[in-house]
């Protein structure tokens, strides 16, 4: 779709649980309403420290690259970051009422709110929460919620099934998929796949390439999905 500002408005927050999020979820969205002239800001609320390592790294050093990775991805977007937080990465369901405490202070004035979905696009627990939060604050403030999903048809199978593959840890949760995607949006391909490889830690787990056929890649490149509201 075109004229991205007429649906999400000209000032639109993203919120997400780690570094990488952005790209992998949402890049192709804020880039185009970065370009249509849109304020996109980005509230990340943890730093990644259980992310999966693909070089020798501690875990304060992990947070360090994975902090300057995404600087760098936001860049490359066109986005804000506004807000970088220490939540626990992967225990965020035991500080929903701090994530709500906190989000509610920083999410004011926008005119839409950007998220996961209510199965957290991939399944990861943090992600489930940071859905749960901020769709009900969404709500409490009466902000539209749009939510990024999974795309109909054979590519969600493809999809879904290389994101199980995916999962190496605790931090994931088999749920019910509830959100059908009501918008589909076009999205500028190069910049999604330069805004992934920025985050250079994690690129071998993030490439779509590696992670799909060609054809699932090409579109996973190309397209995203979101929907408004989901499971209100």
């Known amino acids: 779709m075109s004229n991205l500002i007429s649906v999400f408005g000209k000032k639109v927050a993203i919120v997400t649980a780690h570094p990488d999020d952005e790209s992998f979820v949402f890049a192709g969205l804020a880039r185009g309403l970065v370009v249509e002239g849109a304020v996109v800001d980005l509230y990340c609320m943890t730093m990644g420290e259980q992310g999966r390592a693909y070089i020798e790294i501690t875990e304060q050093g992990l947070k360090e690259l994975r902090s300057s990775e995404l600087e760098a991805a936001v860049q490359i977007i066109g986005m804000n970051l506004v807000y970088l937080g220490s939540f626990p990465d992967g225990s965020l369901y035991k500080k929903k009422q701090e994530l709500s405490e906190k989000l509610r202070s920083l999410l004011i004035g926008y005119q839409s709110i950007i998220g996961f979905g209510s199965e957290g696009f991939t399944g990861h627990s943090d992600h489930v929460t940071m859905n749960e939060v901020a769709k ?30 995916k999962r190496h840890c605790d931090f994931y949760e088999d749920c019910e998929e509830l959100d059908l995607p009501e918008i589909t949006i076009k999205i500028d391909s190069e910049i999604k796949l330069k805004a992934l490889k920025a985050h250079t830690s994690q690129f071998s787990g993030l490439d779509p390439y590696g992670l799909f056929d060609r054809s699932t890649a090409d579109d996973f490149l190309n397209f995203e999905y979101y929907c408004k509201n989901a499971n209100k």
């Open 136 to 165: 009900v604050l969404a709500d409490e403030m009466e902000i539209p919620y749009y939510c990024a999903c999974l795309p109909h048809g054979e590519n969600h199978d493809i999809i879904k099934s290389a994101l199980l593959r």
